[in-house]
């Protein structure tokens, strides 16, 4: 996913692509065990939605920061 991310941000330079994980949150996939709320683990990937144009692209995020690949 990480790859496919710099992939596309390449491919499509006009738009904005990034990944993001969102921390442990509790939802089915976790079987509720995560350290986050549903609106916790919510707010980092619609921040990243919610860039306006021109925006940071290609990168991956760890909740709201920037992180390695
Ligand atoms: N939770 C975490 O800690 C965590 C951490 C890192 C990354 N993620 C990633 O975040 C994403 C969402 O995870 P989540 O925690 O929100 O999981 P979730 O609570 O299990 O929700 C998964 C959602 O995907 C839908 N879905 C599953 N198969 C589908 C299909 N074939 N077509 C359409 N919709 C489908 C489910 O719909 P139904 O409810 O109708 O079945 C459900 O709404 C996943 O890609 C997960 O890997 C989650």
Do not use: H, Q
């Not at 994980?21 to 509790?26: E, H, Q, T």
């Amino acid at each position: 996913m990480n790859a496919y991310t710099r992939i596309l941000a390449k491919k499509y330079p006009t738009f904005c692509i990034n990944s993001v994980c969102p921390g442990y949150v509790k939802t089915d996939i976790t079987a509720n065990t995560g350290f986050l709320t549903v609106e916790e683990g919510a707010a980092s990937p619609v921040r990243l939605a919610l860039l306006p144009n021109g925006s940071p692209s290609g990168l991956f995020y760890i909740r709201t920061d920037v992180a390695s690949f």
